[in-house]
Nanobody
Framework: QLQLVESGGGLVQPGGSLRLSCAAS????????IGWFRQAPGKEREGVSC????????NYADSLKGRFTMSMNNAKNTVYLQMNSLKPEDTAVYYC?????????????????WGQGTQVTVSS
């Protein structure tokens, strides 16, 4: 059974950092692209970043480039999202999702498996 479990969320002050983890089980990341998405209260879900199955290619939302970094540890079957210089507007539930393809398509509908989400709150 394909499963994704996010962790690492929490409360952080503006300017702080968090590292989110997305642990995959029931499948290997060698054949799936993984995306991070977020949804703030009252807003639509938006794409944050995506990494190819090999970990060699990453894409980021333009507004997040330079602050967020996505990486993959294939040996641990885990994907990470390092978030730096966090802002209150980064507050959201963060989800990871798997797309059965080597590369990120850029379409949310192509991500068929989702984790339960982890809450990130940026506040002083």
């Amino acid at each position: 059974q394909l499963q994704l479990v996010e962790s690492g969320g929490g409360l952080v002050q503006p300017g702080g950092s968090l590292r989110l983890s997305c642990a995959a089980s029931g499948f290997t990341l060698d054949y799936y692209a993984i995306g991070w998405f977020r949804q703030a209260p009252g807003k639509e879900r938006e794409g944050v970043s995506c990494i190819s199955s090999s970990g060699g290619s990453t894409n980021y939302a333009d507004s997040l480039k330079g602050r967020f970094t996505m990486s993959m540890n294939n040996a641990k079957n885990t994907v990470y999202l390092q978030m730096n210089s966090l802002k209150p507007e980064d507050t959201a539930v963060y989800y990871c999702a798997a797309e059965p393809d080597y590369y990120c398509s850029g379409y949310v509908a192509d991500f068929g498996s989702w984790g339960q989400g982890t809450q990130v709150t940026v506040s002083s």
